[in-house]
C-alpha cells in the first residue's frame, strides 16, 4: 500500500512564497510520475504539475512561471516549489502518484493520493 503525505502548507500573503513536500512510502517511487493537483472551496479539483520519473515537468498555465515542481528519489519525496501567490491560489493541494511513469495530467490518471494540505493566500 502507497502512503503519500502533504506538508508545508499555510497561511500566507499575496506575493508571498510557500514548498509544499510530499513524503511517499514504497520502494518504487521513482519509477512514477508524481503531481500535483489543488481544489478551492465549490470548485473541481484541477491540475497544477506534475514530474515524470527521468525529471520532465509540466504544469498548469494558471502557474506557469511561479511554481516549480521538483523530486528527490532517495527521500520518495516531491516539492512544489511556490512563488508570486495569489489568494486565486488559495486550495486544497494534493499529492499524487500516477499509474505509471508517463507525464501525465488527469486525475483519472492517477491512483493514489494524500489527504491534502491547506493553503491559503491573503490579499
Known amino acids: 500500500q502507497v502512503q503519500l503525505v502533504e506538508s508545508g502548507g499555510g497561511l500566507v500573503q499575496a506575493g508571498g512564497s510557500l514548498r509544499l513536500s510530499c513524503a511517499a512510502s514504497g520502494r518504487t517511487f521513482s519509477t512514477y510520475t508524481m503531481g500535483w493537483f489543488r481544489q478551492a472551496p465549490g470548485k473541481e479539483r484541477e491540475f497544477v504539475s506534475a514530474i515524470s520519473w527521468s525529471g520532465s515537468s509540466t504544469y498548469a498555465d494558471s502557474v506557469k512561471g511561479r511554481f516549480t515542481i521538483s523530486r528527490d528519489n532517495a527521500k520518495n519525496t516531491v516539492y512544489l516549489q511556490m512563488n508570486s501567490l495569489k489568494p486565486e491560489d488559495t486550495a486544497v493541494y494534493y499529492c499524487?502518484?500516477?499509474?505509471?511513469?508517463?507525464?501525465?495530467?488527469?486525475?483519472?490518471?492517477?491512483?493514489?493520493w494524500g489527504q491534502g494540505t491547506q493553503v491559503t493566500v491573503s490579499s
Open positions: 499524487a502518484r500516477a499509474y505509471g511513469g508517463s507525464l501525465v495530467i488527469r486525475s483519472y490518471e492517477y491512483d493514489y
